[in-house]
């Protein structure tokens, strides 16, 4: 065989080759060819040095500000709502809902018509995200409320749970809008009260003293919000696996809960 | 087709509960986008622009453009992706329209005794820029930026989505509005070219990294 050209050598390395084993094969025994290879590796290594700046912190927020004034209002129109990109838009919601195992195995298993339903799908979708969301701000005003100071620790740094808080905040608005919206009253005031408590850690300064950190620490502990977020995370679980399983009243969880 | 920019099964939820907000007339819902994504959007665009400024021009316009044409975004991408390719498509009229300035703002061609014009590049070439000299990172760095900014904007867009962002020839000939062998002869083109630009102080900055294991 011949030596490898250029254009090969780059393409087998890209894994755009087609004719891979043969040049895999000529590779391992032609000398050349491997030093030519090592040559071309050795630049795109030389790529990789070149350092990105770091555009810093809550750089998203600073785009946002930059952008947001300069954003019209969208007004939907019936035919918008109608037609299509956000049906098209759940139905990429759909479609990662079957990438889910939880459901998979519920669509194969009981193919039907309320499984084609949007409505019901859109429902289920929200549970899943609520219920992550939710986990992930428990875990935060946990560790805030189990932390405390070691002795004689005159600042104690909460700068990573405040970033935490901080990139949740717009998630739970989102949820909450929602929740509002599909008339989910127990879900929407419990969101309300977590984004109040989460404005407030993202809020707060990097470093506090133990007397600050304490007095966000009773912040927490006064408005029960872990609690209430376990118990509307554990609705939505068992929520959840209701789904899984067949349920003739399956909406009736939702009615019952609503009426707290 | 592979997803440029991967998002989790939550994170495509999110996001299109986001776009279906937005659509409804939430302005403040394509925050959550902005925010999520707005760091991809920065690293591509400083690899194709080569510079903060630019770079964030590009995010800014990508998701103006993103949020006016969202009634246009298809279900069957996720959003990442989609702004992603907005924000390549600006990037290289970006990149354009600084040769275009920059050539408008060039002294005008010298010529030697026997007519033929002078190289601007091998002008500004320090005669001090051995391969030895140039071992060191930060040296590198520049030359490295140097030959980066020779590729033309297909070039620049190609080893950028292809070496580090790993795109697909697909994904790249989408960008470039090109079919897959084309694109494949333009990564082939600015792989050589950075190659030719690179290879003596990429070869030898290994070679001294070599002695430095060995030692």
Not at chain 1, 88 to 112: D, E, I, S
Not at chain 1, 121 to 126: A, C, K
Not at chain 2, 173 to 202: D, G, H, I, M, Y
């Amino acid at each position: 065989m011949n030596h490898m050209t250029e254009e090969e050598l780059i393409a087998y390395r890209d894994g755009e080759s087609r004719s891979r084993e043969g040049f895999s094969t000529h590779l391992n025994e032609c000398a050349d060819c491997r030093r030519e290879m090592d040559r071309i590796e050795a630049v795109f290594a030389a790529l990789d040095i070149l350092p990105i700046p770091d555009p810093g912190e809550n750089y998203g927020n600073r785009v946002w500000a930059q952008i947001a004034p300069r954003l019209p209002e969208k007004h939907a129109h019936w035919w918008q709502n109608f037609l299509q990109p956000r049906r098209l838009v759940l139905a990429g919601a759909m479609a990662a809902l079957v990438l889910l195992a939880f459901y998979a195995g519920r669509v194969t298993k009981h193919p039907g018509p309320d499984v084609a339903d949007a409505g019901k799908v859109r429902e289920r979708v929200l549970v899943v995200a609520v219920g992550d969301h939710l986990g992930r701000s428990e875990m935060i005003l946990m560790e805030l409320a189990n932390a405390e100071p070691e002795k004689g620790q005159k600042l104690m740094n909460i700068s990573t749970e405040q970033k935490r808080a901080e990139d949740l905040l717009e998630e739970n608005r989102l949820y909450r809008q929602t929740a509002l919206r599909d008339g989910d009253t127990l879900m929407a005031s419990t969101l309300d009260e977590l984004e109040r408590v989460l404005l407030d850690i993202a809020n707060s300064p990097n470093e506090v003293t133990p007397a600050q950190f304490e007095a966000i620490q009773k912040r927490i502990a006064a408005k029960g919000i872990l609690l209430k977020v376990r118990v509307v995370k554990q609705e939505l679980r068992q929520k959840r696996e209701s789904a899984v399983e067949p349920q003739p009243h399956g909406s009736a969880a939702t009615t019952e809960r609503n009426k707290i | 087709m592979k997803a440029i920019i991967e998002a989790s099964a939550t994170q495509a939820v999110t996001d299109a509960f986001a776009v279906e907000r937005t659509l409804a007339g939430d302005r403040d819902a394509y925050r959550v986008l902005v925010d999520r994504y707005s760091l991809y959007i920065y690293r591509l665009a400083f690899r194709m622009t080569g510079n903060s400024h630019d770079a964030e021009e590009v995010v800014q316009e990508a998701f103006m453009r993103g949020y006016q044409k969202l009634t246009q975004f298809a279900g069957n991408s996720n959003f990442g992706t989609w702004v992603y390719r907005i924000a390549a498509n600006y990037a290289i009229d970006r990149i354009r329209q600084r040769k275009v300035e920059e050539a408008r703002q060039a002294t005008p061609s010298k010529t030697t005794e026997d007519g033929l014009e002078v190289d601007p590049v091998a002008q500004v070439k320090e005669p001090s820029a051995s391969p030895e000299r140039l071992a060191g990172s930060a040296e590198l760095a520049a030359k490295m930026r140097q030959a980066l900014d020779e590729l033309t904007p297909a070039e620049r867009t190609a080893i950028v989505m292809r070496h580090w962002e790993g795109c697909a020839i697909e994904e790249i000939a989408a960008v470039l509005k090109s079919n897959t062998n084309a694109t494949k002869n333009t990564v082939f083109r600015a792989v050589a070219k950075l190659r030719k630009a690179l290879e003596p102080f990429a070869e030898v900055r290994n070679t001294v990294r070599a002695m430095g294991t060995e030692s």
